[in-house]
């Protein structure tokens, strides 16, 4: 059993900056691909950023964030960073981390090709 937790959550200002963690526990194994999504009230769950290592290390962001969001990981630890910067209002959401089994690929984008999922961390953004 693998299980991911989220940290790092909280309340911000605008134009304020948030550090998310996600740590595995449990079965051990190099994850693939770990990602953070966000869920925005009301809305439905949406990719923010992922970050592979097959192949190298390759980050990717929704367009949503880029230029704003960092992530950064460690495969054999099952870690991984999101580093938020210029928060917006618009970025209040719950934020999930998922990971991958070493054998799943595909669209790092897609929900559905991670295998493991965090209980999320809620990120608001004051105006």
């Known amino acids: 059993q693998v299980r991911l937790v989220e940290s790092g959550g909280g309340l911000v200002q605008t134009g304020g900056s948030l550090r998310l963690s996600c740590r595995s526990s449990?079965?051990?194994?190099?994850?693939?691909?770990m990602g953070w999504f966000r869920q925005r009230p009301g809305k439905e769950r949406e990719f923010a950023a992922a970050?592979?290592?097959?192949?190298?290390?390759?980050?990717y962001y929704a367009d949503s964030v880029k230029g704003r969001f960092t992530i950064a990981g460690d495969s054999a630890k099952n870690t991984v960073y999101l580093q938020m910067s210029s928060l917006k209002p618009e970025d209040t959401a719950v934020y999930f981390c998922?990971?991958?089994?070493?054998?799943?690929?595909?669209?790092?984008?897609?929900?559905?090709?991670?295998?493991?999922w965090g209980q999320g961390t809620q990120v608001t953004v004051s105006s």
């Open positions: 998922a990971a991958r089994r070493p054998s799943s690929s595909g669209n790092y984008k897609r929900e559905d090709r991670y295998d493991y």
């Open positions: 970050i592979s290592w097959s192949g190298g290390e390759t980050a």
């Open positions: 449990g079965r051990t194994f190099s994850s693939s691909a």
